[in-house]
């Protein structure tokens, strides 16, 4: 199965809002609503954000959020902060216990 | 709080089998409703799921990376492991475990071990 695809990139401004896509196929993305998002600092585990499309664990901000429309997921950062800035990772069910992640995107908070 | 620790070589030569080891704490392996799993980040890339495994004994790999790789679990020690035989460069990464839910999502990753290939 192939990954995900997100952007390489994204950024914004302090208190602004960064989305950040995530395209599968209908194979995956498109037909689970098992999407996940992950934040990761370099050198440290990555942090769920996000599971089941929109559903944000305990202790994770509500400036969180994430949506799916067909074969694509959002996850949107609003009132950005400077702790932010990591690297984000979609992932999805892909049928017969097996996962698929996206290729990341990096947010710069400017 | 449950934690998550890997552990192995850092260092392993090219065609030889990489081990590594996750010990798991603050609860037991042996709950019904998770599944243990492993991801690896190769340098400057994204994460790539490897497989999971339950306390059973069952195990699901990604189709295309199954047949060089080998997971276990020891209940005894709460920890599962993972073999990669035949290495080359293109295994070296920063292997993670983590807790797969039975809602399909991972809550709780080690921090990583990162494992180079090279003689």
């Known amino acids: 199965q192939s990954a995900l695809t997100q952007p390489p990139s994204a950024s914004g401004s302090p208190g602004q809002s960064v989305t950040i896509s995530c395209t599968g196929t209908s194979s995956d993305l498109g037909i689970y609503n098992y999407v996940s998002w992950y934040q990761h600092h370099p050198g440290k585990a990555p942090k769920l954000m996000i599971y089941e499309v929109s559903r944000r664990p305990s202790g994770v901000p509500g400036r969180f959020s994430g949506s799916k429309s067909g074969n694509t997921a959002s996850l949107t950062v609003s009132g950005l902060q400077g702790e932010d800035e990591a690297d984000y990772y979609c992932s999805s069910y892909a049928g017969s216990n097996n996962f698929v992640f996206g290729t990341g995107t990096k947010v710069t908070v400017l | 709080q449950l934690q998550l620790q890997e552990s192995g070589p850092g260092l392993v030569k090219p065609s030889e089998t990489l081990s590594l080891t996750c010990t798991v704490s603050?609860?037991?392996?042996?709950?019904?409703?998770?599944?243990w799993g492993w991801i690896r980040q190769p340098p400057g890339k994204g994460l790539e799921w490897i497989g999971s495994i339950h306390y059973s004994g069952i195990t699901y790999y990604d189709p295309s990376l199954k047949s060089r790789f080998t997971m276990s679990v020891d209940t005894s020690k709460n920890q599962f492991s993972l073999k990669l035989s035949s290495v080359t460069a293109a295994d070296t990464a920063v292997y993670y475990c983590a807790r797969r839910t039975a809602y399909l999502y991972f809550d709780y990753w080690g921090q990583g071990a990162l494992v180079t290939v090279s003689s």
């Open positions: 603050g609860d037991s392996i042996s709950s019904s409703n998770y599944h």
